[in-house]
């Protein structure tokens, strides 16, 4: 029986920023499994890539990360991330797609928590997200399912499933751009609402550099966005670096806003440089003691 699994394609990114051009694997899975692995936690990767990329398992591997790559996929998913001065916005482009999973693939194991990183329209298919609801709770980052990849340019679109995958999602996590799209609404707490109306049990949105909202379906929790101690370097994997945070609290029997600080504090350290998150839980649990700290003293 694990805490927590994480469902998603590894992906072969090509991260572009102001300072310089980095190529090196990501997708949620690989962000999520690195920043959760050196967690208190019994977790469990399902991934999918192509031959000539099973080296990023290998890796993982190496580091103490458990994997499951049921079967091969004849490619394996590049992204090209290119982010300007303001690391809240990216352009994407999709050089290469994978084969999608499907619930024949998927082994048959016991979780507590499933949270699934979709990267694009059609990588999980609804039929995973019903099975898998009757076996723990679903943990989904909406993202991949609101993203249409044309001529490698990729376009923001609604999700026609919505209204009936959303009865069996647990969490859903969101940004702003996607909450927005999923409702129509740019009001947080109204967008939220919806959300908790289709069947969502917890909502956690995320806002850059302006924090974070979670909403229980009662009450509504804000969480701040701390400051980096050093510099802002890269974004990317960020979202994916908060939920882990987040569901590794919550696996833990935290509330939601312990849970969303220790996941906002983790997204922090994150960003101070490229690649995945290599911390530990007591790196988090000093920066939170730090910045209450200043806040309270007023340093």
């Not at 072969?12 to 499994?33: I, L, R």
């Not at 329209?121 to 249409?148: A, E, H, M, N, W």
Request: net charge negative; proline share 3%.
């Amino acid at each position: 029986m694990y805490d927590i699994c994480c469902i998603g394609h590894i992906t072969f990114d090509k991260v572009v920023t102001e300072k310089n051009t980095v190529h090196m694997p990501g997708g949620t899975s690989f962000y999520f499994s690195v920043a959760i692995h050196n967690m208190d936690v019994r977790y469990l990767l399902i991934t999918s890539l192509a031959q000539q990329e099973m080296h990023f398992v290998t890796d993982l591997r190496t580091k103490g990360i458990e994997v499951d790559v049921p079967v091969l996929s004849q490619h394996t998913v590049y992204f090209e991330n290119t982010y300007s001065k303001n690391q809240d916005y990216r352009t994407q482009r999709v050089l290469r797609q994978a084969d999608p999973f499907n619930v024949e693939q998927l082994p048959d194991i016991q979780s507590g928590y499933y949270h699934l990183g979709p990267l694009l329209t059609g990588d999980i298919p609804l039929s995973i997200i019903k099975s898998l609801s009757k076996k723990g709770k679903v943990s989904l980052d909406v993202q991949g399912f609101l993203r249409r990849v044309e001529n490698k340019k990729v376009y923001s679109i609604d999700w026609a499933e919505k209204r009936e995958a959303l009865k069996y999602v647990h969490i859903l996590k969101a940004n702003e751009s996607e909450m927005e799209v999923l409702t129509g609404c740019t009001d947080v707490r109204e967008a939220a609402h919806i959300l908790a109306e289709w069947g969502v049990k917890e909502i956690v949105i995320t806002l850059g550099s302006r924090g974070s909202v979670i909403y229980d379906g009662a009450e509504f929790y804000e969480i701040p966005a701390y400051m980096p101690i050093t510099t802002v370097v890269d974004a990317t994997g960020c979202g994916d670096t908060y939920m882990a945070g987040y569901l590794y609290q919550r696996s833990k029997g935290a509330g939601y806003q312990q849970s969303g600080e220790f996941a906002a504090a983790m997204a922090t350290l994150k960003i101070e440089s490229s690649g995945p998150f290599t911390g530990t839980e007591e790196d988090v649990q000093d920066l939170l003691i730090n910045s209450k700290r200043e806040v309270f003293f007023g340093a």
